[in-house]
């Protein structure tokens, strides 16, 4: 059974940059059979991607983040990361990491079948 | 950006049926997918492909897409099935992963 698992600073100041990891167990991250994303989720609000991985390195990203974001992998310690600078208030919420199937049924999945847990990041001085 | 919009609450008597709307600009023409997301907790995936059920997934959890509207049913609704659910597609045409804005599921 895959388990993601999320970490990271519970608090950052703002304008300073937000960085994650997400440490994946029960399953190869270099299997190359997924893509490997950020989602974030504000207190009492709806769900948000941010962005994916492919092992290869390959990256997607929202448009409305992209210039702030930057996800990697480190297939060794079987892990990916996310960092998002310039953080303001709004960037204030729990942030989630998921498993996406590359494909299944003969095309791509584009749904997310295994998250994290969630980490609560808090922008605040 | 494609926006998908779902009513904000249902309210369920136990054993009853609930169904959840998911209502976006030719939806059928996507594929839809369905979490359910308890306090506290991460969302769960519960209806794939429009209407596929993941293995662990009861088979009281059905989907349909069709026009503009998708649809997840939650049939012999019970005291555990109350959470908020999401439905989520992909649009190459604007946010890729793009998400409904949720709807609570009450069980009366």
């Known amino acids: 059974q895959v388990q993601l698992q999320e970490s990271g600073p519970g608090l950052v100041k703002p304008s300073q940059t937000l960085s994650l990891t997400c440490t994946v167990s029960g399953g190869s991250i270099s299997s190359g059979s997924y893509y490997w994303s950020w989602i974030r989720q504000p207190a009492g609000k709806g769900l948000e991607w941010i962005g994916r991985?492919?092992?290869?390195?390959?990256?997607n990203y929202n448009p409305s983040l992209k210039s702030r974001v930057t996800i990697s992998v480190d297939t060794s310690k079987n892990q990916f990361s996310l960092k998002l600078s310039s953080v303001t208030a709004a960037d204030t919420a729990v942030y989630y990491c998921a498993r996406e199937p590359t494909y299944g049924s003969g095309r791509p999945t584009y749904y997310f079948d295994y998250w994290g847990q969630g980490t609560l990041v808090t922008v605040s001085s | 950006s494609y926006v998908l919009t779902q009513p904000p609450s249902v309210s369920v008597a136990p054993g009853k049926t609930a169904r959840i709307t998911c209502g976006g600009n030719n939806i059928g023409s996507k594929s839809v997918h369905w979490y359910q997301q308890k306090p506290g907790q991460a969302p769960v995936l519960v209806i794939y492909?429009?209407?596929d059920r993941p293995s662990g997934i009861p088979e009281r959890f059905s989907g349909s897409n069709s026009g503009n509207t998708a649809t997840l049913t939650i049939s012999r609704v019970e005291a555990g099935d109350e959470a908020d659910y999401y439905c989520q597609v992909w649009d190459s045409s604007s946010d890729p992963y793009v998400f409904g804005t949720g709807t609570k599921v009450t069980v009366l």
């Open positions: 492909y429009d209407s």
């Open positions: 991985i492919y092992t290869s390195g390959s990256t």
